[in-house]
């Protein structure tokens, strides 16, 4: 199936006209996950070329069918953070669709012409990263590799090639980076996978033969999925925090130009403590621990908002556009000019990372509807 195909059906289906056949390939894509990317190219193609009112005021007799009724239930379950009735039956059904990223939410925003202005684009961040060993050599990743296994103390990719300049002789305490516009899965010698995000590190001793613990020390942020081993716990450690597992799967948030390191638990679980205090929060699944200086605060959280960046996507749920733009800066290396002209409040939304910035850009500036940006060279300028 192609772009054009889907966009036939889909104006089919919104006009009224489709065949028995035609209204099931359309159900049928719908649940077709390897056509999810095609499918948000094409809505993004007719969602450009609506006119508002078509977005908001599509509600009529096709609400009632109970195909729809279906595709409006499927909806409010996996996307309960929007505000359906603002937009309409049929945002519902382009969200269904997959196109999430089209129909941010944000109470005070109003509607205007909009237009990101584009002197050159940027495309999205991809696998990129390198290896540096005790002795301040570097060592370039593949880009077209999606994992790094150390395996026996060698390197090697996740399909089994060895990584070509690495030494083992000559090793010592080891770190994986990735740049901004960069991520990286890496398998550490106890099975443990880590998933770095953008502008991140993972710093540790390539035997992992501590008889107590596995110790790994961490930049930025990173999804983990550590491997059991009751004799030795797994401890990360971060420039404000120490968090010690002995297997499960979090997510750990420490950027330093974010305000606090957070703590995100998915399964199992997790004691969390300062790094020069005894006590230690242990977190349920689903919860999350926010360090700042002052101490440390728990709370119940989205999942999805805080590990979707691991599965491809940026979801936003009643987040600032400050730290929205900071996670775009950092996956597009970009800076960000003029920040404080950025509206304020709380915006709701999803986003593929497969984007290219301008697309991005132009989702924002109609979830806004009050902001304007350019892009300049590594820049983002915000205007009004």
Known sequence: MDKDRLIYLWRCYVNDTSSDIELQELK???????????????????????????IIDMTGT??????????ISHAQERYPFIHWLRYGAAAIVLLCLGIAALFFYHPSGRKQDTHTVVTQDVLPGSNKAMITNSDGKTISLSGSKDALVLDG???????GTEVSGDEPSSRGVQTV?????????????????????????????????????????LKGEAYFEVSKDKKRPF???MDKQRVTVLGTHFNINGYTDEPAVKTTLIEGSVGVSGLHKSDIHVLQPGQQSEVKNDGIRIQKVDIDQVVDWKNGYF??????????????????DMD?????????????????RNKNLSQVLRMIEEASGSVQFKIEERRIIVTR
């Open 315 to 332: 979801k936003f749920v009643e987040e600032d556009m400050g730290s929205i733009m900071r996670k775009i800066a950092r996956w597009y």
């Open 28 to 54: 049928n894509a719908l649940h077709d996950a390897d056509l999810q990317d095609l499918i948000d190219e094409a809505l993004t193609d007719i969602y450009q070329t609506l006119p508002p009112r078509d």
């Open 235 to 237: 401890i990360v450690v």
């Open 153 to 159: 103390g060698v390197w090697r990719y996740g399909d």
């Open 177 to 217: 980076s990735t740049p901004r516009g960069g991520t990286y899965q890496v398998i550490l010698p106890d099975k443990t996978k880590v998933w770095l995000n953008a502008a991140s590190s993972i710093r540790f001793s390539p035997a992992f033969d501590d008889p107590h613990s596995r110790e790994v020390f």
């Open 336 to 352: 960000i000019q003029d920040v404080d002209l950025l509206p304020e409040g709380g915006f709701s939304g999803r986003i593929s």
């Open 62 to 71: 096709d609400a009632k069918d109970s195909s729809f009724q279906a595709i």
